[in-house]
């Protein structure tokens, strides 16, 4: 069994479209010492979205194997794909003594936290419901009916914010990132 080490497993959530995947790429720019887990799943790659980086992009048969194969920490059915941390990774860079980034929607978070419970939870919080919409349709990579459930899951995610260690609101990118940045090498 893995020890469970104090903060060292950051869990960055909040809605689709809250900018949380920008403030965390920025975060691990600045700070190279970070290391982050980059997710598996079964989306089509967004314009610009790369392997390894961004994403491990697998069909639906590779991730049941993965998940079969309890190579997945813990996963989630969003907006039709499946997304989840791959197992081995996470628990090496930990292992290592490193502080790991991840990020996750709502219930990728509690059930990290149920793992790790001592894992620091960030929810990212976006100005506005008009803004978030503005922010999912700009990105022009989404279909209408995606769009549609990532808009209602925002409404419920917003209302379970308060589950999170912290909140930032990301309405202003320097000043959220300082935040971030705060929270994570204070704890
Ligand atoms: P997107 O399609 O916008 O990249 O991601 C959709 C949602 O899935 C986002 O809220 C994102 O944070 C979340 N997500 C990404 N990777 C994981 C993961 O490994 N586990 C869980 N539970 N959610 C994830």
């Known amino acids: 069994m893995l020890e469970k080490k104090l903060k060292q497993l950051i869990v ?8 949380k995947t920008t403030l965390v790429h920025l975060l691990l720019e600045r700070y190279p010492e970070l290391e982050f887990s980059v997710s598996v799943t079964t989306r089509k790659p967004r314009i610009g979205e790369i392997e390894g980086k961004d994403y491990y992009f697998v069909s639906q048969s590779e991730f049941k194997e993965m998940i079969i194969k309890e190579q997945i920490l813990q996963w989630v059915k969003f907006a039709d794909n499946y997304y989840g941390t791959p197992r081995n990774t996470v628990e090496n860079q930990i292992k290592q003594g490193k ?9 990728g978070m509690r059930k990290t936290k149920q793992i790790f419970p001592d894992t620091l939870s960030i929810f990212i919080m976006p100005p506005s419901l008009e803004v978030l919409k503005e922010r999912i349709q700009r990105r022009k990579q989404d279909s209408c009916e995606s769009i549609k459930k990532r808009l209602e899951t925002a409404k419920i995610e917003i209302q379970f914010a308060n589950e999170c260690d912290k909140i930032i609101i990301n309405d202003n990118l320097d000043k959220a990132i300082d935040n971030l940045q705060k929270i994570i090498f204070d704890e």
């Open 99 to 107: 502080k790991v980034v991840m990020i996750t929607e709502m219930e």
């Open 12 to 19: 960055v959530t909040g809605t689709s479209g809250s900018g």
